[in-house]
């Protein structure tokens, strides 16, 4: 299974409330990742988990909170965001081993800030 | 500043012919270089992998080269087939530390 699952598909949410995006893969890797994509931009890195320790936090505003309850999920937990948020979340899972640093992405979540 | 630029935003090609895609980067000395394609809507999917002592990889219709000396890569399509249209963004690990950083990207659409 080499399928990295994000739900919802798309979420439009309000600036005062209070909502989350998950990921999951199965493919036992070690290495997640959150991506924000704005249209026709390329994705860029928001964090990185490592072993579900956060590894890498690229100065994302406190209103995005990154969780990993275990080697295979991946949770981002939004409150009060802003319209500029609005964007294609992207997840994101790898080995992180020296003959595999590939990244495997998720469909998205499409978020909507009103 | 480091970055990452890749020279077409959109690339037009007859079906057939072969496409060529340039990622160039600047104050970096990456171990490796990666190829994702993206469709619209869709999240970037890996394609080809090249590290920094191979000067070239293939993998069916695709062809990747690497010369660290020119700070660039090449991606070819070959027999470019109007399935090939897509986003295709260059990626580096600038640091070594799973921090990738992508391209800006080329926008190749396969003329039937």
């Known amino acids: 299974d080499t399928e990295v699952t994000q739900t919802p598909k798309h979420l439009v949410m309000g600036m005062t409330n209070k909502k989350s995006l998950k990921c999951e893969q199965h493919m036992g890797h070690r290495a997640m990742y959150w991506y924000k994509q704005k249209a026709k931009k390329p994705p860029e890195l928001m964090f990185v988990y490592s072993y579900e320790k956060l590894s890498i936090n690229e100065s994302v505003p406190s209103r995005f909170s990154p969780e990993c309850p275990n080697s295979s999920l991946l949770n981002l937990h939004l409150h009060a965001l802003q319209p500029e948020d609005s964007a294609l979340y992207l997840c994101?899972?790898?080995?992180?081993?020296?003959?595999?640093?590939?990244?495997?992405f998720g469909p998205g979540t499409r978020l909507t800030v009103t | 500043s480091q970055k990452i630029e890749q020279n077409s935003e959109a690339l037009n090609i007859q079906e057939g012919k072969t496409a060529t895609l340039t990622c160039n980067y600047t104050n970096y000395s990456p171990a490796y270089l990666q190829w994702y394609r993206q469709d619209p809507g869709r999240g970037p999917v890996f394609l080809l992998l090249i590290r920094e002592n191979e000067k070239e990889k293939r993998k069916e219709r695709l062809k990747v080269t690497f010369d660290t000396t020119l700070k660039q890569s090449l991606f070819h399509i070959t027999a470019s087939q109007p399935a090939d249209s897509a986003t295709y963004l260059c990626a580096l690990d600038p640091f070594g530390n799973e921090k990738l950083t992508f391209g800006t990207g080329t926008r190749l659409t396969i003329i039937p």
């Open positions: 994101a899972s790898s080995q992180g081993q020296a003959d595999s640093y590939e990244q495997y």
